[in-house]
């Protein structure tokens, strides 16, 4: 998924990825970016549900 704009600023944005055993949630908002591991599904479902509520997104994207 491309957060980028043409200005630079990325758009708010959240991405769950399973790699390699692990679950990873990436959180994009302006000018920042943190990714998070977890264990299990359902905790980076979880916080990734979290974070969408928290930045008022309709949805997070499962890449």
């Given at each position: 998924m491309d957060s980028d704009t043409p200005d630079g600023k990325g758009h708010?944005?959240?991405?769950?990825?399973?790699?390699?055993?692990?679950?990873?949630v990436r959180v994009v908002e302006e000018d920042q970016e943190?990714?998070?591991?977890?264990?299990?599904?359902?905790y980076a479902l979880a916080f990734a549900?979290?974070?969408?509520?928290?930045?008022?997104?309709?949805?997070?994207a499962r890449l």
């Amino acid at each position: 998924m491309d957060s980028d704009t043409p200005d630079g600023k990325g758009h708010p944005c959240i991405e769950v990825v399973e790699a390699c055993g692990e679950w990873f949630v990436r959180v994009v908002e302006e000018d920042q970016e943190l990714t998070r591991s977890f264990e299990l599904e359902s905790y980076a479902l979880a916080f990734a549900e979290g974070q969408r509520i928290r930045l008022h997104l309709d949805k997070f994207a499962r890449l």
